[in-house]
């Protein structure tokens, strides 16, 4: 197409929604795109970083989609890789919940659970499922109904509440039950006994959530949205510009007209010294939040409220290296004990031998949930890295001498929190955005949906095709406009 006739879209963020956008534009060519982004390196939540030759994902990501396109998406992106030993591997599913010094397989296996669980704990759980099948909670509210439903008191305070908890920050009765609809979504107790005895003669109806197959590249899931960002700008011409916080938002009659942006890597920077961005379309990833409180002028105060009111919980990694091999066979190692605060481990060497630089070390990431106002998330790195370490050796699982070495990561907005109200709250704002003529809402944060990479990512290619849509529109209307003309002439 004609330079002087593509349009300008303007995306932020560089996580796995605004490269998918980018490279969906780009690939029908109509488009020039800019991407800003506020960290230095792509991927948002889903990059890979490394520290002493160790890689780390922000906790381990595992590429699973129930969507053939996406799988096709990714399978297609990394093919290319392969050159580089960078493979997309497939693997099984291994994680375990730790509990009162035992592990318990996760999805829940009725033969273990009874190993793990004194007789007496099995009764009063079986008699507890069978008291709430019989006498169900019928105003389903919260996350703590909707589980209870399905498994019983019992085994909802042991194998959901604490971890839960630890992962929102809240009571199970002030979350949500559409997080647990979406989560667990056909899950059931009795599903789990069901898959556990004949799961693999069902293989293909597995509900998601007992699913045991998934993919990961070799060099950390980070390393496929590096690649994608390669692509943009070497083989299609896009625009990525890192360090670019997008601070302002100006608008006109329900129109985006630019975008303000400081540098984050220059300390010395402040707002008045701003780029600014113009383009015909925006698509935004940023959290919600920030995006209304941005707008330039604000917007009614209703609006503004209900802005302030989205909550976001924020995550601490503590990204060990252990001078052990085998440490234990799991992906994922759910934490459930109340005696220590982290939520889960992930044990990176299970997911790649290439993300360690050792065969005789392993790569641990321990998850602590926290809020920005929090003491833990004020706290100094050094702190709680020793917070790190002496939580696993009380667990007996490493001794803090075992550990050579380790580094904090920090990300604010890690997961969009759906309390009791957030519903309201994101009606109010989804109600005055829509009638943005030229503003697209996609990925986890910017839509405040507990999106992984695949829903993220579909959020995005139905925003690139609605904006697809609207330019043949627009372009139909011209030549039907066009042809009058020529028959007046
Ligand atoms: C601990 C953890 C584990 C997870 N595990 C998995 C998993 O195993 N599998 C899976 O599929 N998904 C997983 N996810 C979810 C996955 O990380 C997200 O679904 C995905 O990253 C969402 O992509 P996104 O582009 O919407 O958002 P993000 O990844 O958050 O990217 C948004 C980008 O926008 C940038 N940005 C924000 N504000 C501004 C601004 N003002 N100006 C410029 N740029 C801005 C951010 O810096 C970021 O780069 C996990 C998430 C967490 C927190």
Redesign the pocket.
């Given at each position: 197409m004609d330079e002087k006739l593509k349009k300008n879209v303007v995306i932020?963020?560089?996580?796995?929604?605004?490269l998918t956008a980018a490279f969906e534009l780009l690939k029908s060519s109509n488009f020039n795109v800019q991407i800003?982004?506020?960290?230095s390196v792509?991927?948002?939540?889903?990059k890979t970083l490394e520290y002493k030759k160790c890689k780390f994902d922000?906790?381990?990501?595992?590429?699973?989609t129930e969507s053939e396109k996406i799988n096709k998406w990714w399978h297609d992106v990394m093919e290319e890789e392969r050159i580089y030993g960078n493979d997309f591997i497939q693997l099984s599913r291994f994680t375990r919940i730790y509990y009162k010094n035992h592990l318990f397989h996760y999805p829940l296996q009725p033969l273990n659970v009874l190993r793990g669980l004194s007789i007496f704990e099995c009764i009063r759980c079986i008699l507890s499922y069978l008291k709430i099948r019989m006498f169900p909670i019928k105003n389903v509210s919260s996350f703590q109904d909707w589980v209870t439903n399905r498994f019983g008191h019992r085994l909802f305070s042991i194998f959901f509440k604490t971890y839960t908890e630890k992962v929102w920050g809240i009571s199970c009765k002030e979350i949500s039950a559409d997080w647990a609809a979406q989560r667990i979504k056909r899950f059931s107790l009795s599903s789990a006994i069901f898959y556990a005895f004949f799961g693999r003669w069902f293989k293909k109806n597995v509900p998601r959530t007992l699913n045991d197959k998934f993919f990961y590249p070799s060099f950390g899931a980070g390393t496929l949205w590096n690649k994608v960002c390669r692509k943009i700008y070497q083989d299609y011409g896009g625009k990525i510009a890192l360090n670019?916080?997008?601070?302002r938002i100006k608008h006109k009659n329900f129109k985006i007209k630019s975008l303000l942006?400081y540098n984050s890597s220059d300390k010395a920077n402040d707002e008045r010294n701003l780029t600014e961005h113009f383009g015909d379309y925006f698509l935004s990833?940023?959290?919600l939040k920030?995006l209304i409180l941005?707008l330039d002028p604000l917007p009614g105060k209703m609006i503004v409220n209900a802005a302030k009111k989205l909550c976001y919980r924020a995550?601490i990694t503590v990204n060990l290296i252990v001078n052990k091999k085998n440490i234990c066979p799991d992906h994922w190692l759910y934490i459930h004990e109340k005696e220590v605060m982290m939520g889960r481990i992930g044990n990176m060497n299970n997911f790649s031998m290439y993300m360690v630089d050792d065969d005789n070390h392993t790569g641990l990431s321990l998850?602590y949930f926290t809020y920005e106002h929090d003491v833990l998330w004020k706290m100094s790195d050094d702190k709680i890295l020793e917070i790190g370490k002496a939580e696993l050796q009380k667990m007996g699982l490493v001794k803090s001498e075992d550990i050579i070495d380790g580094m904090i990561l920090r990300?604010g907005?890690?997961?969009p929190v759906y309390d009791a109200n957030y519903q309201d709250h994101l009606r109010i704002i989804l109600d005055y955005l829509n009638n943005f003529s030229n503003l697209k809402l996609?990925?986890?944060?910017?839509l405040h949906q507990y999106?992984?990479?695949?829903?993220?990512m579909i959020s995005a290619i139905q925003s690139v095709e609605d904006i697809i849509k609207n330019e043949e529109l627009i372009l139909s209307n011209q030549f039907v406009k066009n042809e009058k003309h020529d028959l007046v002439v």
């Open positions: 932020i963020g560089a996580g796995p929604a605004g800003l982004e506020k960290d792509v991927g948002g939540l889903s922000i906790g381990p990501h595992h590429f699973i670019q916080n997008v601070v942006t990833s940023m959290p920030d941005r995550l998850e990300e907005y890690a997961y996609m990925g986890r944060n910017g999106n992984n990479m695949d829903l993220a």
